[in-house]
């Protein structure tokens, strides 16, 4: 097989995953800046093809939503797909290291807090969805 067509197919799935769980698809810098201009909260996905994201990260980010509080958008970024929409989104990630997969939280644009690969490599689902919840409770307001 082609690594090529391999790699296209794992990315699409990827990318199909996390959009049918509800998560806008930032692809340029520019969608990034629009997105995080909007007031209220936003949880960012920082997507990736490594096992972490989809066996624990993806999982999380769909079901962690299904709480009482919850960000008002929901929106993503590719680590190694859409190169230049994840540099843009992770210069509002202040303090932090670059990191995927990973969960950024924030208000009015604004850096809250995040969950980085080092929370998320090695954990069950479970775990990061309690820790999403978390950040929802302290942060976000209910639906």
């Known amino acids: 097989m082609d690594f090529n067509i391999f790699m296209h197919d794992v990315v699409d799935k990827a990318r199909t995953e996390i ?19 909007r007031k209220g909260t936003t949880l960012v996905m920082v997507n990736s093809v490594c096992g972490c994201a989809g066996g624990i990260a993806r999982p999380a980010a769909a079901n962690a939503i299904h709480y009482d509080k919850r ?8 680590a190694g797909q859409d190169k230049e929409a994840t540099a843009r989104a992770r ?18 644009g604004k ?33």
């Open 19 to 37: 959009a049918s769980s509800g998560y806008e698809q930032l692809t340029t810098p520019e969608a990034v800046d629009e997105a995080f201009a």
């Open 71 to 78: 960000p008002n958008y929901l929106v993503t970024v590719f």
């Open 91 to 108: 210069e509002y990630f202040e303090g932090y290291p670059p990191s995927s997969p990973s969960f950024a939280l924030l208000k009015d």
């Open 111 to 143: 850096i809250v807090e995040m969950v980085q690969r080092s929370e998320i490599e090695g954990s069950e689902p479970v775990a990061v969805v309690n820790r999403l919840q978390q950040l929802f409770e302290e942060h976000c307001e209910e639906v």
